[in-house]
Nanobody, 124 residues
Framework: QVQLVESGGGLVQAGGSLRLSCAASGRTFSLYGMGWFRQAPGKEREFVAAISRSGESTSYADSVKGRSTISRDNAKNTMYLQMNSLKPEDTAVYYC?????????????????WGQGTQVTVSS
């Protein structure tokens, strides 16, 4: 198993930036494709970004493409999501997820392990 803990969320003004982190423990981090998802109040959870286990391949939702960068440091067992030019519609709980395999995996149904989430609130 792998345990995931997100951090870095908070309150930011529109146009600002945040960097989310996802720290993993347990099994070998580099064996897992990783992803970020988010869930806004009253909405279903949606895909944000994903990265292959080596970090060479990434994928983004259209809603964040060009404003966000997903990355990972396998030596630190940590994945990141740098979000820039934040908008009020980015407000959500952000979750990181892990799945054994190469990745990137784009569907939440492909992921076995999930963190507890970190709140991101963007004020207008």
């Amino acid at each position: 198993q792998v345990q995931l803990v997100e951090s870095g969320g908070g309150l930011v003004q529109a146009g600002g930036s945040l960097r989310l982190s996802c720290a993993a423990s347990g099994r070998t981090f580099s064996l897992y494709g990783m992803g970020w998802f988010r869930q806004a109040p009253g909405k279903e959870r949606e895909f944000v970004a994903a990265i292959s286990r080596s970090g060479e391949s990434t994928s983004y939702a259209d809603s964040v493409k060009g404003r966000s960068t997903i990355s990972r440091d396998n030596a630190k067992n940590t994945m990141y999501l740098q979000m820039n030019s934040l908008k009020p519609e980015d407000t959500a709980v952000y979750y990181c997820a892990a799945q054994l395999g190469w990745g990137p995996f784009l569907s939440e149904y492909e992921y076995e392990y999930w963190g507890q989430g970190t709140q991101v609130t963007v004020s207008s």
